[in-house]
């Protein structure tokens, strides 16, 4: 049984949701094409949603999503979404956005997606968003605060061991090379960060 959320789970909610917007019935054999697995894996996951209270389902019945369920699913799709949006919006190369966002949808936390939101709206609505860059673009001196960090869990939590969080204010102490770390300091420390894990980090610049 699964004992907390995982990536495998919300996926299959967030398609069992799709498949409701679109008037599509679930059946084991579409899902297993779409997620692309087998179909043993299909009916031995339902099992295991049905237990846990995300969906009914009965084999060779009908799969249907719960309240519970279909929240979940929900709210994995609603960032999903976002995340397209933004990463559209910062000129991620279109065959590349859908399975960034994939990984991504279930990296979040809600008060990443709200400030995904908010730059999205101030997009729309014509405010100057140009100031959001990546850390690797920044230049020695300049000032700003992270709005958003890409990546998966691993990346999140190392950024996050080393404070640096969206809303944290910083400095750049040593811009990057091609392949360079860039420095960058809060408050009264300086920190090394790697270009690898640099270019998942986007600043808001600040005078």
């Known amino acids: 049984m699964i004992k907390k959320r995982t990536p495998q789970l919300e996926e299959y909610l967030e398609t069992l949701v799709r498949y409701t917007e679109e ?4 059946k084991v054999k579409e899902l ?49 979404r976002i995340i397209e949006s933004f990463l559209t919006f910062i000129g ?37 968003v140009e100031n959001i860059r990546r850390l690797t673009d920044m230049k020695k001196g300049e000032k700003g605060k992270i709005i958003f960090v890409t990546g998966g869990a691993g990346a999140c939590k190392r950024l996050t061991d080393l404070g640096l969080t969206p809303g944290t204010k910083i400095t750049i102490g040593r811009a990057s090379s091609r392949i360079g770390p ?3 300091c809060i408050r009264s420390s ?12 986007f600043i808001q610049v600040t005078k």
């Open 23 to 26: 008037g599509k019935e679930p």
């Open 32 to 80: 297993a094409k779409d997620l692309n697995v087998s179909a043993a894996s299909v009916s031995e996951m339902l099992k295991k949603l049905s237990k846990q209270g995300f969906v009914t389902y009965e084999r060779y019945g009908k799969i249907t999503l719960t309240k519970k369920g279909e929240k979940l699913g929900k709210t994995v799709l609603r960032k999903h």
């Open 92 to 128: 991620v190369k279109k065959n590349k956005i859908h399975d960034e966002a994939c990984i991504l949808e279930h990296a979040i936390s809600d008060n990443v997606e709200h400030a995904l939101k908010s730059i999205l709206t101030a997009n729309k609505t014509g405010l100057n």
């Open 182 to 184: 860039v420095e960058i």
């Open 190 to 201: 300086c920190l090394a960060i790697g270009r690898g894990l640099a270019e998942k980090i």
